[in-house]
């Protein structure tokens, strides 16, 4: 028996019926078996760079930039014999001959990626040790199949691991997951929090709506790691998960598709209300004398995540119709404005996202130093506040830029984004969960 | 689903009543003054008149955009198809009757432009777009009678004097003495772009409007015109939304019917 009676419509990034009735639970992501996939693919999935390692140990600048060795180089085809780095690796980390270990060879060699089994994960408590047993793997490897000599394995070393131990992590390693190392979370349980949207957006290949929604599942599957989506607000996420992340009900969809061509963002406050008004989320409350209505709910969570999808919406058309990335923080603050002034109810996140807005505007347009919104993410000082509605909409809206930007996400992200959208439950997130979601709507 | 119709701001009060009519996209806002393209362009100072858009970016045509279905939707603005920078223009507001609070210009702007960021700061207001898209709603606000051309500034940098007393010929204080007052003209005249360059002929931006008229059209409340303590309406509204977000943060489930 599901513990909360709401069920949604599931709909794909075009707003195309995908299923109907579907428990919210089946989207939760302690029972939707995609989004564990996704959470453990997160974890598995190391991106190497080949060319990077080949080009360090040829120059010697290892560690980081302008950081040069003088004298020491080594130079190996690496690149050149990917196959056979890519073979041994996998052999190097394999537990059992016919685990889940795989290591793909991605643009003619220059990168890696691999998937470290889930066994070696299951055999320790922290998620690092993808990134560790790979970088130590691909040493052994890189030692083993090119002959590197003991005077020379320490430059190897630093090729792979850049200058860690010196430093927290691997400052100019040419291993790469999307978790940043556990001394950088905020908090407990913001690992998943702590990827920047130039990754997000990267990985789902700049379509708006699976960045929105990947960024979503990590943002809420975080909340359930931190403590915030258990008890009075376990609905809460789950209805913001639903309704923002992942299109149910198609409410993201139809309120982008309603202003696509002249809207503004108030145009979508405007559909916003209206849609919660037919669907019988809000109803008047009462008139005041000078003829303005309040609104009110009996259900608040509901009324947030239709909000919250609103907002979405919002960014989609405000980012999307400049496609610009800067606008997501102004459409923060005002959509919540807006919204709060036309219906008497409170905004996203109950005040949260107006909040995360006005820091991310202050650190996002150069007033107070900051970057783009590329390299914001859930765990950043100035956009953690929001408890997993604001940041879906900023991947979307990095998604959405036509390149306004001096850093662009590719630069920012580097080769991991770009690698890790070979993956295709992260790639295309929206579509897996909602099979997952399906395959076990009966069992929720 | 029962009869709804955008009501853009609450309060009972005439400054209540001025804040909705400014942000329903609906009002046409008065055009006081014509301002010609080309001194718009000269007084923003991103480019000569005449000058070329530079972009920032191919077009979108030529750049091929990334498969995307709200891409596929979302018609770009003509600026962002061309490719244009980003650029801005930014206001200060003095706080003596201006028309406009900062608030004011992003509730505003966000209801009538597409496309746009807006940010509020205490002192300035930029709104930023794609260069050709800014000039269209730059040439609204600086045409209409949300401009008062002695307390409404176009100030790119050094923006101070939005609190300031207002001088002998009731102008708002500008330490880059970008406009002045022609005492012959009875018009307030730009001697300098909203980065203070000195531009080659000045540019009027007309008459400031009587002090009467700037207290019956303001946006803004002001203990010695309409005090907010006195729109009640206005004041239960914020503490409405003050009290949601508060016991919607112990718990969600509580709030009902509120």
Redesign the interface.
Known sequence: MPKYPDKVNLYD???KLFETNVPVEALSPLKNTAIQKIIAYVKQCVAVNLEGVEKALATGEVGGKWCIIRGRSLKLDLVKNAGSVADSLKKCLQVDPDDDTEVKVLKGGKHLLVKVPAKRLNAGVEYTTGATAVAAALCCTIIENFNVNIWDADLVHAAVWGRYPQTMEMLGGNVSSLLAVPQQNEGMGYALRNIPCAHIALIA?????NAAALSSILEQTAMFEMGDAIG??E??HLLGLAYQGLNADNIV?DL??EN????????VV?ST??RA??DGVI???KK???G???Y??????KW?AYAAAGLLAGT???C?????M??AP??F???N??L???T???GVD??RVTGTGVEM?FFS?SIYGGGNPAVFHGNHIVTRHSKGFTIPCVA?AV??D???TIYTPERISGVVGEVLSEVPELRESLRYVNEAAVSIKGGV | ??E?K???????SNV??NRRKY?D?NYKLRKLRTISDDDLVRLMGHRVPGEAYKS??PP?EE?G???????E?????P??KA?DR?RYIQFTDSVYFAPLTP?MR??MG???????????LSGRVPL???ER?LEKVAKELVETEIFDPARVGIRGATVHGHALRLDENGLMFDALRRFQYDKNKGEVVYVKDQVGVPLDRPIYVGKPTPEEELRKITSQFRVDGEAFRNDK?LIE?VQ??HM??TE??F???K????
């Open positions: 990034d075009r707003g290949k700049k379509n708006a709506m009075s607000f609905r809460f969809y982008v598709k696509a061509k002249t809207g503004t963002l108030g145009d405007i209300v209206k008004l037919s109803k008047p409350l005041t004398p000078s303005y209505t309040l009110t709910t009996s259900d608040l969570n947030n989609m058309i405000t999307g119709a400049a496609r610009s800067q606008h102004s459409v603050i005002y959509f404005d807006l709060e002034r036309e008497g109810l409170p109950f005040g505007s347009h979307a998604a959405l036509a390149g306004t | 689903m029962v709804y955008p009501q853009y701001y609450p309060g009972g209540a009543a942000i996209p920032v970016h979108l750049l955009e990334p498969t995307c279905p709200i891409r939707i979302v018609e770009p603005t600026g962002a490719g980003i608030y992003a509730w966000h209801m009538r432009y597409r496309g746009v960021d807006i940010g509020v930023e777009a794609r898209d309406e509204f409405r939304i949601l977000r919607a943060g718990d969600p489930n709030v009902k019917d509120l």
